[in-house]
């Protein structure tokens, strides 16, 4: 399982100056009915095929966004199966992100 942070603390990342890339993985038409301003809509399904074009750096710190649903530490692992080191995905999802 890789490690959550809260909306709170992902909000005071993406206020920092470190890399960081904010990916949701949700499918487009969930994506379209909110999300945080960063984050760049990578559906699930097209995962794997995307997270190297997108964040080249397997350094950076990658977090995974979704619904609450399971698909952001499916998309983790993937991840961390293709070699990013630095992973994590957020407590609660979107619905966690709106309510901060």
Do not use: C
């Not at 080249?56 to 710190?61: A, G, L, M, S």
């Not at 609450?68 to 080191?85: C, I, K, N, P, Q």
Request: glycine content about 8%.
């Amino acid at each position: 399982m890789n490690p959550q942070v809260t909306a709170k603390l992902l909000k005071q990342w993406l206020s920092e100056s470190q890399e960081l890339a904010l990916l949701d993985v949700r499918e487009i038409g969930q994506h379209s009915t909110g999300h945080p301003f960063f984050a760049v809509p990578v559906p699930y399904s097209r995962f794997e095929y995307r997270v190297e074009k997108l964040v080249p750096n397997k350094t950076t710190k990658l977090v995974i966004l979704d619904g609450d649903d399971g698909v952001a530490e499916r998309a983790a692992s993937s991840a961390e199966a293709l070699g990013y080191t630095n992973v994590f995905t957020v407590e609660g999802g979107t619905l966690a992100w709106m309510r901060a």
